[in-house]
Each structure stands twice: as structure tokens, then as C-alpha cells.
């Protein structure tokens, strides 16, 4: 079935698209925030993953593709990057409203040093393997620069929605790398990661995915609190303020 990843694609995004008009969520009336940080964010990643892909760490099963590649990749790799963050930016944005943009989670510093743990703990297990210490030691350096120097107010919001967020991952990412397939649509170099997976799903792919997501909101906050500031008053959307979990 040559258009399965395409599937999973469109699959993914479609409810959050059509979610977006909603009236009490209206997404859509912050495209202009949330598509530049999507594309921005997905620049760094298809660079990554076109050359990984260059050098054999992981590949794509053809006879799930369409036959139409892009910067050395299928193109339903490069709509992978357009499609699951637009999908979680909208679960993160559906909290936002929810919760308010500066949900402070007690957890907060207790999960960040936990990430932080297992990025070192694995990158060092994975060390000379190019997929694991790649992800593990990106996770841990923009980790670092969040907490420490960016200091994002909306990191525990993050925090809280990601844990809402791995249902579909897994769901997705199982997909991707073979469950109830018989092969994979997206193979995984064993040689180089750390040869231990959830199911199916290379445990690096939870961190990968992790950094991904967080690049995205950075920029989501980024280009929403600029756009909200440039707003009235009356026309910046509802929050709540001094929310704690």
C-alpha cells in the first residue's frame, strides 16, 4: 500500500485541523503564529534527518511511499514534520486555553532534572552510536538553555500536556515502525542506537520526538506572545492565571 505513510500523515492532522474552527478553540485565528514556527522548526530536523538517511542510520520502506522524494527524503517524511507538530500544537494549544500559558507544575523542576538524567545516563550507554548521542545530547543542551537561560513560563504547561501527548505518539510512531505491519515503514539502524525499544519503537524516538515538540512550542509561544502583544486588550484570548497542579 503505497500511500500507508501518507495516510498516517493525514490521519494525524485532520481532527486537530478541523478542530482548529471550533468556536471555543479557534486555532485557525493563530495560523499566523503557528505555521512560521512550524516550518522553522521542521528545517533543523529535515537537515538532520535527510542526512541520517544519507548515511543509512535509519531508511524508508518504499513499498509504503509514493515514490516522491525531497531533499534525499520521501516527501511524507517532510509532512511528517508539518503534520504531527500541527497535531500536538493543537493538544498543547487546546491546554493553553484550558489551563492558561503559565501552568505551574510542582513537578516542573523534578521532571526536567529526570529528562536531564536519562539524556547523560543514555547518550553515555549510546555513546558512538550516531542516533542516540545525537538526540540525547541536543534534548539535554536545549533543556539546559530552557530552564536556565530561556526560562519559558510555559515549560510546566509543556510538561503537563506532553504526558497527554504519548498516547499518539506511540500510537503513530508504533505504526511507523511496524506494528501489525510486516515491515516497517520507517527501519532503524540498530548499529546505531541502543537496540531497545518500546514495542517497536526505538526508545530514542521518545526523546527525538520530545526535543521536536519542544522546539515547536518555543516558537508557537514565541510568535503568539508577539502577535498578542501587538493585540487590544479585548481581542487577546482568555487565560487563566495562577493555575498550580
Known sequence: ???????????????????????????????????????????????W????TKIGVWGF??????????????????????????ACMFTYFCFRLWKGPELRVRAEQTVTWIFLGLCIVLGL?????????????????FLIYLKWQAKPRWLGLFYYSHQFLLIPFFIVNGILTGTGLDKPIVWYNNAENLGVRIFTIPIEDVFYGMLLLLLNALLFEYFLQKSEKAQLPSERMPMREGNQL
Open 61 to 86: 520502506t518504499p513499498q509504503y511511499l509514493m515514490g516522491v522524494s525531497l531533499f534525499g527524503l520521501p516527501i511524507e517524511e517532510i509532512l511528517f514534520f508539518i503534520c504531527i507538530p500541527y
Open 125 to 141: 550507554l549510546g555513546a558512538g552510536r550516531y542516533y542516540t548521542s545525537s538526540t540525547m545530547m541536543w534534548l539535554a543542551l
Open 49 to 52: 534527518d535527510s542526512y541520517f
Open 1 to 47: 500500500m503505497n500511500s500507508l505513510y501518507l495516510l498516517v500523515d493525514l490521519g494525524a492532522i485532520s481532527v486537530p485541523l478541523l478542530a482548529s474552527f471550533h468556536p471555543k478553540i479557534r486555532l485557525d485565528r493563530h495560523w499566523k503564529a503557528l505555521w512560521p514556527a512550524i516550518v522553522l522548526a521542521a528545517v533543523p530536523f529535515i537537515i
